[in-house]
């Protein structure tokens, strides 16, 4: 019996078949059986620079040689902390930004969600508590990012977590709009990613990003995005909203700002929202975390956006924009699929409403199908097949996965015979 509790796992399943991995180098994964795996998911989308990169690993036990850990509550703080924020505020789309971190995603969406209304609150509108979000959106498994999660398995069973949460359309900006206005006194903000993840990578129609801004604008909503997963440089650009010629009040990110070698998250408020809690006499935003600004995290991080910057991986991701893409608009015509999508280094392939009313399970299966072919993919919401490979994976690595996940789906059809 395994004593580990796997996320997101039927553990009556998982307890004598558990996947353990051993190692990984670039694009490739391998178990402790010795096989060798693509990673067509780059971890959880978030090892970018690809996995064994040294340098990471040495600038985290370098700092934990010096100072290891410390907090950065009331006035404490440290060397990384500093230089990281003062890095991730120059790269974001907003000006003046101040930047707060955790510990991951989930702490960051928790963060953003208190600042909105904690910022309305010091500027004298304290009934501004309502959150809007998007269906099928994801927003980390916090109290606060669950409740405003828009993938209703995820809520199942667990009831009222954080109240004055509303879900819109997630490609519909008149949706939101008149969301807004039933709420026009109430409404703090609204959160989206700029690709829905999770949720089966959806990009929303032409315009939408735009629209939403608007709207936000027009009616003083604060405007949060969700940059997660599209952050540093998945989508081709440093943030998704850079790609959208957008600028938001708030942004969330995670994952890629590590490549997912330690766990780190934060928020990036703009010089609007900064600036009532940075006033002479403010009081305290009274939130934190244990491992805030935590100084090793910190500077695995900054070895981390070395490696982006010098690599020039940000473009490289643009060049391999168009390859991926090729690579899956094949899958189109595989039996059972209704559609393929991609954006950036990102991709899914959806099965069918007939494919999945037939039989329910088909992601699950194609996805363990995929790995018995060589391929780590993941089923999203029940529907699609992720795929987020590393920045570094080169065209035939993209090609082997993407027929990897075609072996997989090839061999699922021809067992429903």
């Known amino acids: 019996m395994t004593r580990l509790w796997h996320g997101f796992a039927p553990m009556g399943a998982v307890d004598s078949a558990e996947f353990v991995l051993v190692r990984g180098d670039g694009a490739r994964v391998y178990d402790r059986d010795g096989r060798e795996y693509l990673d067509a998911t780059a971890g959880l989308w978030f090892c970018s620079v690809g996995h064994g990169r040294q340098e990471i690993a040495d600038a985290a036990a370098a700092q934990m040689a010096t100072l290891a850990a410390h907090h950065c ?7 990384p902390a500093i230089a990281l924020a003062d890095r991730i505020a120059a790269l974001a789309p907003l000006e003046d930004g101040a930047v707060f971190f955790g510990s991951g995603g989930s702490d960051a969406v928790d ?30 498994m916090h109290a606060y990012g669950t409740s405003l999660i828009g993938i209703p398995a995820n809520l199942d069973g667990l009831g009222t977590l954080v109240g004055d949460t509303v879900r819109v359309r997630w490609d519909d900006p008149e949706d939101l709009e008149e969301a807004i ?3 026009w006194d109430r409404t703090a903000a609204f959160i989206g990613e700029p690709i829905i993840g999770a949720g089966g990578v959806l990009e929303p129609p032409a315009g939408y990003w735009e629209e939403v801004r608007r709207i936000c604008t027009e009616r003083d909503i604060l405007m949060i995005q969700d940059e997660v997963i599209c952050g540093f440089g998945r989508l081709g650009t440093w943030f998704g909203a850079q790609r959208y010629g957008v600028q938001p009040d708030l942004i969330t990110f995670a994952k890629g700002v590590t490549s997912g070698y330690l766990p780190l998250g934060g928020v990036i408020a703009s ?85 999945r009313a037939t039989r329910p399970t088909i992601a699950d299966e194609a996805n363990i199908a995929a790995r018995r072919h060589g391929v780590i993919s993941r089923a999203l919401r029940g529907v699609a097949l992720q795929l987020s490979p590393p920045f570094v994976s080169t065209p035939d690595e993209l090609q082997a996965m993407v027929d990897g996940i075609a072996a997989g789906i090839r061999e699922v059809a021809r067992s429903r015979v």
Not at 118 to 134: A, C, D, E, F, N
Not at 283 to 309: K, Q
């Open 73 to 79: 509550f009331g006035d404490h703080a440290n060397e």
């Open 111 to 140: 963060t953003a969600g208190k600042l909105a209304r904690r910022y309305w609150s010091l500027v004298g509108q304290p009934k501004r508590t309502v959150m809007i979000s998007r269906e099928h959106g994801y927003h980390g």
């Open 181 to 183: 206005d039933r709420y």
């Open 271 to 355: 010089a609007k929202v900064r600036e009532p809690f940075w006033a002479d006499g403010a009081p305290p935003f009274r939130h934190g975390y244990t491992y805030t600004g935590h100084p090793a995290v910190c500077a695995a991080a900054m070895a981390n956006l070395d490696i982006i910057e010098r690599e020039g991986l940000v473009d490289r991701v643009r060049e391999l924009e168009p390859v991926l893409a090729a690579a899956l608009e094949p899958l189109r015509e595989l039996p059972g699929v209704g559609d393929v999508r991609h954006v950036g280094l990102l991709g899914s392939v959806e099965f069918s409403a007939e494919a």
